[in-house]
T-cell receptor, first 111, second 117 residues
Framework: GDSVTQMEGPVTLSEEAFLTINCTYTATGYPSLFWYVQYPGEGLQLLLKATKADDKGSNKGFEATYRKETTSFHLEKGSVQVSDSAVYFCALRTGGFKTIFGAGTRLFVKA | DAGITQSPRYKITETGRQVTLMCHQTWSHSYMFWYRQDLGHGLRLIYYSAAADITDKGEVPDGYVVSRSKTENFPLTLESATRSQTSVYFC????????????????FGPGTRLTVL
């Protein structure tokens, strides 16, 4: 079945460091891929998305490129801030009702 | 308020009691979802609804009941709460479910933290 695997956390970085959170997927068909962010005490918010191969999603300095050949959708940011501390979820959707979420990666950014 | 809201935000109950978690959205989205979030499991789908009076089971439906008499409301009921149902529950909605079309992303409520003693 469809699945999403993302790197285990927590990831701890200093402010202004480069961030990569790895995400790989297994899916039949042609999924849309998403990154959601969850700040403490809140629900998930859509961070960015890509709907077809080679698309790049971007938002708030975060980027991820849909790589069909490596079935990956890694999240990157060039310079993280303390306010980026949150849990990040990679997800896929192939149509139908179901969105498959990864287990989440917690990011801590130190000042 | 516009958006998607959940109530209560926090609930403590005892084993065997019935509990209902409320979800309300103001966008008139057709699709609504209930997830539970547990450490190490990410989000798991409990039930979903495609429209008023149309609901179906997700990945972990046992012990839960849903209804959807109005488009904007999607309550989740635990008929006889168990300790294993201690979790954070999220409601979500989306305009469509097509994989690549517009409006297919999900919007989440703030969650309800439920503790069953």
């Amino acid at each position: 079945g469809d699945s999403v695997t993302q790197m285990e956390g927590p990831v701890t970085l200093s402010e202004e460091a480069f961030l990569t959170i790895n995400c790989t997927y297994t899916a039949t068909g042609y999924p849309s891929l998403f990154w959601y962010v969850q700040y403490p005490g809140e629900g998930l918010q859509l961070l960015l998305k890509a709907t077809k191969a080679d698309d790049k999603g971007s938002n708030k300095g975060f980027e991820a490129t849909y790589r069909k050949e490596t079935t990956s959708f890694h999240l990157e940011k060039g310079s993280v801030q303390v306010s980026d501390s949150a849990v990040y979820f990679c997800a896929l959707r192939t149509g139908g009702f179901k969105t498959i979420f990864g287990a989440g990666t917690r990011l801590f950014v130190k000042a | 308020d516009a958006g998607i809201t959940q109530s209560p935000r926090y609930k403590i109950t005892e084993t065997g009691r019935q509990v209902t978690l409320m979800c309300h959205q103001t966008w008139s989205h057709s699709y609504m979802f209930w997830y539970r979030q547990d450490l190490g499991h990410g989000l798991r789908l409990i039930y979903y609804s495609a429209a008023a009076d149309i609901t179906d089971k997700g990945e972990v439906p046992d012990g839960y009941v849903v209804s959807r008499s109005k488009t904007e409301n999607f309550p989740l009921t635990l008929e006889s709460a168990t300790r294993s149902q201690t979790s954070v529950y999220f409601c979500a909605s989306s305009e469509s479910i097509g994989a690549g079309g517009p409006g297919h992303e999900q919007f989440f409520g703030p969650g309800t933290r439920l503790t069953v003693l």
